[in-house]
């Protein structure tokens, strides 16, 4: 597994290595508008200043960030409904293994779906599946059922990665999507696990994985629920710009009859 996952890195370096990135600068494209209007870091402060920043990172916080301190223990738990730990493990591979082969036919998928539904409703979709399987996992009392719940994992990520990347694309001035993505999503995921892990593996220990699975559902569907009112619809939002745009507007033509 270590030689093919380095193997793989090394492919992928070798294709961005070939990729010929000009032809997607030329002058009439977002790319090259970015470079000619550079960021300043009152640019960073006014994001910091916008409502919808802050829906965006209470969804990735409360939902996402909550539900990968769920997923770091996830094998243990499924392990334990085995009578040999062994076995567990062993059928956890399997499964594992599987989800990602699923997962990744999904991923040819999602694009489709959340141009249909939304970047916001794709959000609030893989919200929901990320609740479900959260809870089912706490009152699952058969494999079968925690099996499922882990098969949920490959519908649910390509749905999130498209939605978040098509939500930021949207709402946000394109010159800070990287930004927004490293402090809004995985920052904010990280955070939220480095405070939360301690606590979860606590009540691991004194009240069970089952309790602990079923407050964490009640905590992600309440972020949800708010989500659901703070996050921005495409038929509802103002102009994605977060700063103002300083490229000159184009000159008027006048019409010839």
Same mark, same amino acid.
């Given at each position: 597994?270590?030689?093919? &996952?380095?193997? %793989? ?7 961005? /290595? ?16 970015? *470079? ?8 960073f402060?006014?994001?910091m ?5 802050w829906?965006? @990172? ?29 076995? @567990?493990i062993?059928? !956890? ?7 990602? /082969?699923?997962?990744?036919? =999904?991923? #040819? ?15 609030? #979709?893989?919200?929901?599946i990320?609740? $479900? ?5 706490? $009152? ?9 719940c ?7 990520v ?9 939500y930021?694309?949207?709402? *946000? ?8 993505y #490293? ?12 405070? #939360?892990?301690?606590?979860?593996? !606590? @009540?691991?220990?004194?009240i @069970?994985?089952?309790? $602990? ?9 309440? =972020?949800?629920?708010?989500? =659901?009112?703070?996050?921005? &619809?495409?038929? %509802?939002?103002?102009p =994605?710009?977060? $700063? ?14």
């Amino acid at each position: 597994m270590f030689y093919m &996952s380095t193997a %793989s890195g090394i492919i992928f370096l070798l294709i961005l /290595f070939r990729m010929d990135l000009g032809k997607y600068c030329d002058s009439t494209s977002r790319t090259a508008k970015a *470079f000619a209007n550079p960021l300043r870091v009152k640019d960073f402060w006014v994001l910091m200043t916008l409502p919808r920043f802050w829906a965006f @990172g209470l969804f990735m916080t409360g939902v996402c960030g909550i539900y990968a301190v769920y997923d770091q223990q996830f094998p243990v738990y499924f392990s334990s409904f085995y009578p040999n730990p062994e076995d @567990g493990i062993r059928a !956890y591979g399997y499964l594992n293994s599987s989800q990602v /082969f699923v997962e990744a036919l =999904c991923m #040819l998928f999602a694009p489709w779906l959340v141009s249909r539904i939304g970047a916001k409703n794709g959000l609030i #979709l893989t919200g929901t599946i990320m609740f $479900v399987r959260i809870l089912g996992s706490g $009152v699952a009392v058969d494999v079968w059922v925690i099996a499922s719940c882990k098969m949920l994992h490959a519908l649910e990520v390509p749905i999130l990665l498209v939605s978040a990347f098509k939500y930021i694309a949207g709402n *946000f001035d394109s010159r800070l999507s990287s930004t927004i993505y #490293l402090v809004g999503f995985q920052a904010a995921q990280s955070l939220t696990a480095m405070f #939360l892990a301690p606590v979860a593996g !606590y @009540g691991y220990d004194h009240i @069970g994985f089952s309790s $602990v699975y079923v407050l964490m559902a009640g905590v992600v569907g309440v =972020c949800l629920l708010i989500s =659901c009112l703070t996050l921005r &619809s495409e038929s %509802s939002r103002t102009p =994605c710009s977060t $700063v103002p745009d300083h490229a000159p507007s184009p000159p008027a033509t006048t019409a010839v009859v």
